[in-house]
């Protein structure tokens, strides 16, 4: 019955300061790879911070009279290198690509 | 349990027959909501199931179907404002076409997107059509779209082709390049480009490039839970 009272709590009217994107994460070659759907969104109203294990992005769309936040914190799959990675946005369409953290292996000794 | 087809205004003989029903992209959903606004199609009927999920459309305090049939212009287009787990949507998709096969319609329409991975990159998305028979091919030659000439189509498309030809109803199904897990209201003016020679007036579609944003944002809500219908189904083979 856990479907019955998901479909009743959901609603297309719900208003929230701070919306969830749209949004997809994949690791491929390149390393991870996110897209989001940020319609309305500048790229002047747009803030991309990453770390070694997470990606945060911030928004403001302005879509006719409508004023939306968005904030998306994502853990990469993989740890990545924050230095490498870029973002482009295209049509609201946003795609970051993390490139993966070198991983480095040392020779460990054995006492 | 059946699904229930409630008429409320004087049928259209021979109707072209569009089905939307959330999918990739919202593909068909977006197309639709164009075409009841530009042809001004009115609200003739109902469809509704014990099935269907149990949740309502609200206007002015007062429920309405989730599942609703719009006509006009020699033209049904039945529309499924939520997103229908695998068995009701192919209960509803029978429902529908036994219903309209008694009307004799001239071509049944069913558009879908196609998730394309790199669709960013992609300005103008590529329409494939099928048909679920050479008579329907031959009644429907002025459609767009490039012809699928060899291959297999599965998932929702494949179903309602089945079906349709099952019942003698000539179909056609138009499926796009599109996001998976975004709207996309490119992709569904292309759907509309192509199917607008057979549907008899112009469909303008400006209005629809020039309102991409508002629609992704209002339809967020509803694209997200069409994701997540996909994941929980039993069967996600019949998700298009």
Avoid: C
Avoid at chain 2, 2 to 7: A, F, G, H, L
């Amino acid at each position: 019955m856990g479907w019955f009272y998901r479909e009743v709590r959901w609603g297309y009217f719900t208003v929230r300061d701070v919306e969830e994107p749209l949004h997809e994460v994949k690791v491929t070659r390149e390393g991870v790879v996110i897209t989001m759907d940020l319609p309305g969104v500048r790229k002047e109203d747009l803030v991309i911070s990453a770390s070694e294990d997470a990606i945060l992005v911030e928004a403001v769309s302005r879509v006719g009279g409508t004023r939306v936040r968005y904030r998306k914190l994502i853990k990469t799959p993989i740890p990545i290198d924050p230095d490498k990675v870029v973002a482009r946005l295209t049509n609201g369409i946003l795609q970051i690509v993390a490139p993966p953290k070198e991983m480095g292996f040392r020779r460990v000794k054995v006492e | 349990m059946s699904v229930e087809i409630i008429e409320t205004a004087p049928e259209v003989k021979n109707p072209i027959l569009i089905l939307a029903v959330p999918g990739a992209g919202l593909v068909s959903i977006i197309a639709a909501d164009h075409l009841i606004k530009v042809a001004d199609l009115k609200e003739v009927g109902k469809i509704d199931s014990p099935l269907f999920p149990p949740v309502i459309g609200v206007k002015d305090g007062v429920a309405m179907h989730t599942v609703k049939i719009y006509g006009g212009k020699g033209l049904y287009v039945v529309k499924a404002e939520v997103p229908l787990p695998v068995d009701p949507l192919l209960k509803l998709t029978i429902s529908v076409l036994d219903w309209v096969a008694r009307k004799r319609p001239k071509l049944a329409i069913v558009m879908g997107g196609v998730p394309e991975e790199d669709r960013i990159k992609v300005e103008k998305p590529q329409v494939m059509a099928v048909f679920s028979s050479e008579e329907a091919k031959s009644l429907a030659s002025g459609i767009g779209g490039e012809l699928m000439k060899e291959g297999y189509l599965s998932g929702y498309a494949a179903f309602f082709l089945r079906e349709a030809s099952r019942r003698g109803v000539p179909a056609a199904a138009l499926m796009v390049q599109s996001f998976a897990a975004y709207p996309d209201p490119g992709a569904a003016a292309e759907v509309l480009k192509a199917i607008e020679p057979v549907l008899g007036f112009d469909v303008d579609i400006s209005q629809l490039e020039a309102e991409s944003e508002t629609i992704r944002l209002k339809l967020k809500e509803l694209m997200a839970k069409t994701v997540q219908t996909a994941k929980e189904s039993p069967a996600p083979m019949y998700i298009g």
